[in-house]
């Protein structure tokens, strides 16, 4: 099933809930779906603050139950600023500025949030709003090299890089910063895909996991050509 927010948006983030799903961009509204609403609905949110736009969404645990949203501003082929944003009003308040940022993902194993644009890949304390650790892509800044980003809660982060190639770092040992992890990479074929993870126990088990839905994804759109 597919589904137009009526607005440009190529990046997806869904809240700690389950229950809305947020699109965004770089030059467009953001905009958010209720889950069980019919899926043609989308609500755009009008941003301002110190950025007028969010490509991506990732929650933080704020330390009393609840969560504060940060954004990320970046795009196929320009870096990005990052922040907090109020998602009942759209304030935002910028933290960094002109950083690998259109991806956006919070990892719970390593209290982080990691941000991935054309340079690479940061890793940012949110509780002191430093940039711990940098991973510097080897293809460049002249494409959107990191598609997609997200982290599978036992320390270990993955990437699509733009040339199909599947990465993986793993920070379960060692002192839990990118630049020093122990890296994996695969050549997938795929030069547009996605993911995302729930808790399982053991890396062997996510990562047949993940194998199988690249099958299961390569195999769809074969099928459809």
């Known amino acids: 099933v597919s589904s137009s927010t009526g607005v440009n948006n190529n990046v997806t983030s869904v809240d700690p809930t389950g229950t809305t ?26 941003i301002s603050g110190s950025d007028t736009v969010a490509t991506g969404l990732a929650w ?42 259109t991806n956006i993902t919070f990892d719970p194993y390593t209290d982080s949030i990691f941000t991935a644009g054309i340079n690479g890949i940061d890793q940012i304390n949110p509780n002191t709003g430093v940039i711990e650790s940098t991973w510097t892509n080897p293809l460049g800044s002249n494409a959107y090299n990191i598609q997609q980003l997200s982290a599978t809660g036992s320390g270990q982060l993955l990437a699509f890089n733009s040339d199909g190639t599947l990465l993986i770092w793993d920070m379960s040992t060692g002192n839990g910063l990118i630049g020093n992890a122990v ?14 993870f729930v808790p399982v126990p053991e890396p062997s ?10 099958i299961f994804t390569l195999g769809t759109r074969q099928k459809e050509r």
Request: net charge negative; charged share 5%.
């Open 205 to 214: 088990t996510w990562m047949l996991l993940l194998i199988g839905s690249g």
């Open 60 to 101: 933080v645990p704020n330390g009393v139950g609840g969560y504060t949203p940060w954004y990320t501003t970046g795009g196929e082929n320009i870096l990005g600023n990052v922040g907090t944003i109020n998602l009942s009003t759209g304030v935002t308040t910028r933290v960094f500025t002109g950083i690998s940022a």
């Open 183 to 196: 890296t994996g990479s695969f050549s997938t074929g795929l030069l547009s895909a996605g993911f995302d």
């Open 21 to 46: 799903i947020w699109a965004g961009w770089k030059d467009t509204s953001l905009a958010s779906h209720t889950v069980g609403a019919p899926i043609t609905s989308w609500t755009t949110l009008s």
